[in-house]
């Protein structure tokens, strides 16, 4: 397999981006939200990444292999004053491109750049309980379980899946 290169996302990539999404919704193990409500179009997308980009706080990262997009993370801040200094990171990779250090190398460049922000402090992030190769991934690079919405999605009538919190300071 090619290197992966970790760059700045761009407003052209916003079908790849959404196009990942739909592939990892799809799979119904990662995401909160299930097929049907990924409706977005690919301008509305480009919107989204250009918002971001308006936006002093946040940040999205893509990972490139042969020049395709395979995976992307986005930092998202919070909007109240008292809050300037955290944000929340979701995070995306096409199923055949995990397992290869990517999702790895995407999460470093954004840890880099929070530690380089002159207000960003803590990076958060929340998972499925049952996605215990990412909770593991987290740990190793120092993100800690910070608790746990209890049953907080509901994949059927009986099984239920709990909220787990993370974070890590980097300042």
Same mark, same amino acid.
């Given at each position: ?107 470093? &460049? *954004? ?10 402090? =803590? @990076?958060?992030?929340?998972? !499925? /309980?049952? %996605?215990?190769?990412?909770? &593991? *991934? ?10 746990? =919405? @209890?049953?907080?999605?509901? !994949? /059927?009538? %009986? ?13």
């Amino acid at each position: 397999m090619s290197k992966a290169i970790i760059r700045t996302a761009r407003i052209e990539d916003a079908e790849a981006v959404l196009d990942i999404q739909r592939e990892v919704v799809t799979e119904k193990d990662y995401f909160i939200a299930v097929a049907e409500e990924i409706n977005k179009t690919t301008e509305e997308h480009q919107e989204w990444i250009r918002k971001i980009f308006d936006h002093e706080r946040e940040t999205m990262l893509v990972a490139e292999v042969d020049n395709k997009v395979v995976g992307w993370i986005v930092f998202r801040s919070q909007e109240r004053k008292r809050m300037h200094h955290t944000g929340s990171f979701a995070i995306m990779l096409q199923k055949n491109y995990r397992n290869q250090g990517i999702g790895k190398l995407l999460i470093h &460049e *954004l840890l880099s750049w929070a530690e380089q922000h002159p207000v960003i402090e =803590k @990076v958060s992030l929340g998972t !499925f /309980s049952t %996605n215990t190769r990412a909770i &593991e *991934l987290y740990k190793k690079l120092g993100f800690v379980e910070e608790g746990r =919405k @209890v049953r907080e999605f509901k !994949f /059927s009538d %009986n099984e239920y899946v709990d909220d787990v919190l993370m974070y890590k300071l980097v300042k």
